[in-house]
């Protein structure tokens, strides 16, 4: 069982940057794959980027390559989202989830552990 909390939403503006973190509880979390997931306003949750439980593999959505970087520190259980050159289109309630491959996490279904998400916000 993983337990996962995500931080660090809030408003910004476009242009700016902002760190959501994921902290990742339970005994195994640390063999996990971590994924950030998004979703806005009366639209479907779309997948965002993941990283591999040992740090090697991370895979971006298209939307967002370039812009946004995942990492994570395993000493401290947690996964960041680092989101630069942030877009109003950018805003949505983003999600951490866990699951044993990033390739998983990409399709998106059956994934077992879910945050509660944290809103953000990027105003024009």
């Known amino acids: 069982q993983v337990q996962l909390q995500e931080s660090g939403g809030g408003l910004v503006q476009a242009g700016d940057s902002l760190r959501l973190s994921c902290a990742a509880f339970g005994r195994l979390s640390s063999t996990y794959a971590i994924g950030w997931f998004r979703q806005a306003p009366g639209k479907e949750r779309t997948f965002v980027g993941a990283?591999?439980?040992?740090?090697?593999?991370?895979i971006y959505a298209d939307s967002v390559t370039g812009r946004f970087t995942i990492s994570r520190d395993n000493t401290k259980n947690t996964v960041y989202l680092q989101m630069n050159s942030l877009k109003p289109e950018d805003t949505a309630v983003y999600y951490c989830?866990?699951?044993?491959?990033?390739?998983?996490?990409?399709?998106?279904?059956?994934?077992?552990?879910w945050g509660q998400g944290t809103q953000v916000t990027v105003a024009s």
């Open positions: 989830a866990a699951d044993s491959t990033t390739t998983q996490l990409r399709v998106g279904v059956g994934v077992n552990f």
């Open positions: 990283i591999s439980y040992n740090n090697v593999r991370t």
